[in-house]
């Protein structure tokens, strides 16, 4: 069974940094890249930012360009997403996902094959 879990969420002031994790199991993690993408209220699910099965490429959305990091460790088949200098725009439900294939510049909620249930961060102004 697979799972993706993540953890790290919670309510921070604008300005601020929160570090999310995503631990995934039941499936061979270092053979799929992760995304992060999330859902603000009333909003569609969005893109955030991907990485490579290695950790050697990543992509980012503008809007978090320059303030958040992707990155993994496969020893803990665990992702995260360093999030710095928060906005209240960044307040969402923030998804971990996997799948088999880089999508380059083009990343889309449809496009993943697994998904956590997500966990909530709120950024107050």
């Known amino acids: 069974q697979v799972q993706l879990v993540e953890s790290g969420g919670g309510l921070v002031q604008a300005g601020g940094s929160l570090r999310l994790s995503c631990v995934v199991s039941g499936l061979s993690f270092r053979r799929y890249a992760m995304g992060w993408f999330r859902q603000a209220p009333g909003k569609e699910c969005a893109f955030v930012a991907a990485v490579t099965w290695s950790g050697d490429r990543s992509y980012y959305a503008d809007s978090v360009k320059g303030r958040f990091t992707i990155s993994r460790d496969n020893a803990k088949n665990t992702v995260y997403l360093q999030m710095n200098s928060l906005k209240p725009e960044d307040t969402a439900v923030y998804y971990c996902?996997?799948?088999?294939?880089?999508?380059?510049?083009?990343?889309?909620?449809?496009?993943?094959?697994?998904w956590g249930k997500g966990t909530l961060v709120t950024v107050s102004s």
């Open positions: 996902a996997a799948t088999v294939n880089w999508y380059g510049s083009n990343w889309y909620p449809r496009d993943m094959d697994y």
